[in-house]
């Protein structure tokens, strides 16, 4: 790229830009403003980068989350000055939280400017408190060549802490002067007439992708000493998850522990790697006599901690010695048992070989009634002709399509999913902002991760989807696809099951909060494909083949009351093969 000479603000703007690019930025966010114009100018114009508009910025950021957490490098989100860069915090906290590396470059006033009155100025300087990995506010452009080589230093810092040593935000306050437009400075060309730009960034390039702070571990002996073990593998989004999934496979046959796999892990998609595969975890540990032969002495948790509550209740009553496995420095023991990190990845761990024919009854045992569960889960979604909420996470692996990638929102679906998502051989790679656990931003974070790409899914209820809409403003500059899969119950699901929902007198306006929404009227507004679901069948076939373009709604309306009765009914039910004593619910 030859760097932009028309004015101070210019030149600043477009090397700023390819320093970032021969860092080994692909993807730039712009919302619109003024401020921001040297910013948005000099990303649009530069050929390798790809800049896409997004009008809403906390639509923008969730996109440019999306993105980032697909692709696993930084991502570049610009706003003019004032309120613009405040929309982007909950997008910042998620980020923070699930470890996902943005760049955020928000445009401002110049000093002179602030605390004056003098318009669409606040105070940006650490707008986004603790939650950035690292953040500074840039000098005043400027052409001394001095302050150029401050400007390539620090964006150089800046694209290293987005990712080291654990992925996450980085805010750079970007103040300018006028003129904001690319207004001819005749003075500017004749000062760098012989700048000569690639000695200028000679040692820069994307080898900072490649960094690894990771190194090989050898076993703990107790593992190897211990014949009742589990492995949990939690949420994770792995560069490889068939590598991924593979070395946890390796350890649990090392070892003979079953792994009990969150359905936001891709082991359950792997399941071919893996025979130990427990999938049914949360229901088997609802009966007291099941999980008191299942208490294990070591506990592995490789990634973040699984959703299920049901196992958390478990294993904070039980207290084992709690061993983690992450390459970053992060607290992932929300338990606080007696807890040792490696901080390492699962991949990188020297495993020895097998040497001798270890005992197998408690695996066996986690196996025997794994697959019961799955049996009675068979005979029972098997039978049901009716839209039920929970059959639709038992019923998409088995008919997606191979090496698709869905994205599930939080609240009930992500439940649902956890109780229902059966291991199948498909591939699939799930996702979920699971970092901070809310439903803002969700469907804009799947449409930037389905960018550019095809057999994508979203599995949504009708809130969080609504609390969003204004995702659907890309439409006209999307590229790819994705299907979502609405499930209109008419408010919040989750509260159903929840001891709030016996309060009937507040419950429907407050904690339900219908909205009553003709959702094919809104995706019309948005020029959005819409279809209502009438039976399995017609679900079924909508779903495999997937489109290879556009956007689409594919909404299931069901009865949350109805459902959540149906789930007190049946959760305890599905482990309940020998006459057990039941458990509570929730």
């Given at each position: 790229?030859?760097?932009?000479?028309r004015?101070?603000?210019?030149?600043?703007?477009?090397?700023l830009?390819?320093t970032?690019?021969?860092?080994?930025?692909?993807?730039?966010?712009?919302?619109?403003?003024?401020?921001s114009?040297?910013?948005?100018?000099?990303f649009?114009?530069h050929?390798?980068?790809?800049?896409?508009?997004?009008?809403?910025?906390?639509?923008?950021?969730?996109?440019?989350?999306?993105?980032?957490?697909?692709?696993?490098?930084?991502?570049?989100?610009?706003?003019?000055?004032g309120?613009?860069?405040?929309?982007?915090?909950?997008a910042?906290?998620?980020?923070h939280?699930?470890?996902?590396?943005l760049?955020?470059?928000?445009a401002?006033?110049?000093?002179?400017?602030?605390?004056?009155?003098?318009?669409?100025?606040?105070?940006?300087?650490?707008l986004?408190?603790?939650?950035?990995?690292?953040?500074?506010?840039l000098a005043?452009?400027?052409?001394?060549?001095?302050i150029?080589?401050y400007?390539?230093?620090t964006?150089?810092?800046s694209?290293?802490?987005?990712?080291?040593?654990?992925?996450?935000?980085?805010?750079?306050?970007?103040?300018?002067?006028?003129?904001?437009?690319?207004?001819?400075?005749?003075?500017?060309?004749s000062?760098?007439?012989?700048?000569d730009?690639?000695?200028?960034?000679?040692?820069i390039?994307?080898?900072?992708?490649?960094?690894?702070?990771?190194?090989?571990s050898?076993?703990?002996?107790?593992?190897?000493s211990?014949?009742?073990?589990?492995?949990?593998a939690g949420?994770a989004y792995?560069?490889?998850?068939?590598?991924?999934?593979?070395?946890?496979?390796?350890?649990?046959?090392l070892?003979n522990?079953?792994?009990?796999?969150d359905?936001?892990?891709?082991?359950?998609?792997?399941?071919y790697?893996?025979?130990?595969?427990?999938?049914?975890?949360?229901?088997?540990?609802?009966?007291?006599?099941?999980?008191?032969?299942l208490?294990?002495?070591?506990?592995?948790?490789?990634?973040?901690?699984?959703?299920?509550?049901?196992?958390?209740?478990?294993?904070?009553?039980?207290?084992?010695?709690?061993?983690?496995i992450?390459?970053?420095?992060?607290?992932?023991?929300?338990?606080?048992?007696?807890?040792?990190?490696?901080?390492?990845?699962?991949?990188?761990?020297?495993l020895?070989?097998?040497?001798?024919d270890?005992?197998?009854s408690?695996?066996?045992?986690?196996?025997?009634?794994?697959?019961?569960?799955?049996?009675?889960l068979e005979?029972k979604?098997?039978?049901?002709?009716?839209l039920?909420?929970?059959?639709i996470?038992w019923?998409?692996?088995?008919?997606?399509?191979?090496?698709?990638?869905?994205?599930?929102s939080?609240s009930?679906?992500?439940?649902?999913?956890d109780?229902?998502?059966?291991?199948n051989?498909?591939?699939?790679?799930?996702?979920?902002?699971r970092?901070?656990n809310?439903?803002?931003?969700?469907l804009?974070?799947?449409l930037?991760m389905?960018?550019?790409?095809?057999?994508n899914?979203?599995?949504?209820?009708d809130?969080?989807?609504?609390?969003?809409?204004?995702?659907f403003l890309?439409?006209?500059?999307?590229?790819?696809?994705?299907?979502?899969?609405?499930?209109?119950n008419?408010g919040?699901?989750?509260?159903?099951?929840?001891?709030?929902?016996?309060?009937?007198?507040?419950?429907e306006?407050?904690?339900?909060?219908?909205?009553?929404?003709?959702?094919?009227?809104?995706?019309?507004?948005?020029?959005?494909?819409?279809?209502?679901i009438?039976?399995?069948?017609?679900?079924?076939e909508?779903?495999?083949?997937?489109?290879?373009?556009?956007?689409?709604?594919?909404?299931?309306?069901?009865?949350?009351?109805?459902?959540?009765?149906?789930?007190?009914?049946n959760?305890?039910e599905?482990?309940?093969?020998?006459?057990?004593?039941q458990?509570?619910?929730?």
């Amino acid at each position: 790229m030859i760097l932009d000479f028309r004015n101070i603000n210019t030149l600043w703007s477009s090397l700023l830009v390819e320093t970032l690019y021969r860092l080994g930025l692909t993807t730039a966010i712009i919302c619109p403003g003024s401020r921001s114009a040297p910013l948005a100018v000099a990303f649009a114009q530069h050929p390798n980068i790809e800049t896409i508009p997004i009008l809403d910025e906390r639509s923008a950021a969730f996109f440019a989350l999306g993105r980032a957490k697909k692709t696993k490098i930084p991502v570049v989100l610009v706003c003019t000055s004032g309120t613009a860069g405040a929309n982007f915090y909950p997008a910042v906290i998620e980020a923070h939280e699930s470890r996902i590396p943005l760049l955020i470059l928000t445009a401002d006033r110049p000093p002179e400017l602030r605390h004056c009155h003098a318009g669409q100025a606040i105070d940006q300087i650490k707008l986004y408190g603790h939650y950035p990995n690292w953040q500074a506010e840039l000098a005043i452009p400027s052409q001394e060549i001095g302050i150029l080589r401050y400007l390539r230093q620090t964006l150089v810092q800046s694209w290293r802490r987005s990712l080291f040593p654990t992925p996450g935000v980085v805010h750079l306050n970007c103040p300018f002067r006028e003129p904001l437009a690319p207004i001819f400075d005749p003075n500017i060309t004749s000062i760098f007439a012989d700048f000569d730009l690639d000695n200028f960034l000679s040692q820069i390039d994307n080898n900072y992708l490649n960094f690894s702070g990771s190194s090989s571990s050898v076993l703990p002996s107790q593992w190897l000493s211990t014949r009742r073990g589990i492995i949990i593998a939690g949420v994770a989004y792995p560069v490889d998850p068939k590598g991924y999934c593979q070395a946890i496979a390796n350890l649990a046959q090392l070892l003979n522990f079953p792994v009990l796999a969150d359905a936001l892990s891709p082991v359950r998609n792997f399941s071919y790697l893996n025979p130990y595969l427990i999938c049914t975890y949360d229901l088997i540990l609802r009966h007291p006599q099941l999980n008191q032969s299942l208490i294990p002495d070591v506990v592995i948790q490789i990634g973040e901690f699984p959703t299920s509550k049901e196992l958390r209740v478990w294993l904070e009553s039980l207290e084992p010695d709690h061993w983690i496995i992450d390459p970053t420095l992060d607290n992932l023991d929300p338990l606080h048992n007696k807890t040792i990190h490696l901080t390492t990845s699962i991949d990188t761990l020297t495993l020895p070989p097998i040497t001798q024919d270890l005992d197998r009854s408690f695996l066996k045992t986690w196996l025997e009634f794994e697959n019961k569960v799955r049996h009675n889960l068979e005979q029972k979604m098997s039978a049901i002709e009716y839209l039920l909420e929970a059959k639709i996470a038992w019923l998409l692996p088995q008919i997606l399509p191979k090496n698709s990638l869905i994205f599930v929102s939080n609240s009930m679906p992500v439940r649902d999913m956890d109780f229902f998502w059966m291991p199948n051989h498909l591939q699939i790679i799930p996702y979920c902002n699971r970092g901070a656990n809310g439903i803002d931003g969700t469907l804009s974070t799947a449409l930037g991760m389905a960018y550019k790409s095809s057999h994508n899914v979203m599995l949504t209820g009708d809130l969080s989807l609504l609390h969003d809409t204004n995702g659907f403003l890309i439409n006209k500059n999307f590229k790819g696809h994705l299907t979502i899969i609405l499930i209109n119950n008419n408010g919040g699901g989750i509260f159903e099951i929840l001891p709030i929902s016996q309060f009937r007198s507040s419950f429907e306006d407050f904690f339900a909060t219908p909205q009553n929404i003709d959702f094919s009227q809104l995706c019309q507004t948005y020029n959005i494909s819409h279809q209502l679901i009438d039976n399995w069948s017609q679900f079924t076939e909508l779903l495999n083949p997937l489109p290879s373009t556009g956007i689409r709604v594919l909404e299931v309306q069901t009865n949350r009351q109805k459902d959540a009765l149906w789930l007190k009914d049946n959760l305890v039910e599905f482990a309940n093969f020998a006459g057990l004593t039941q458990k509570r619910v929730f």
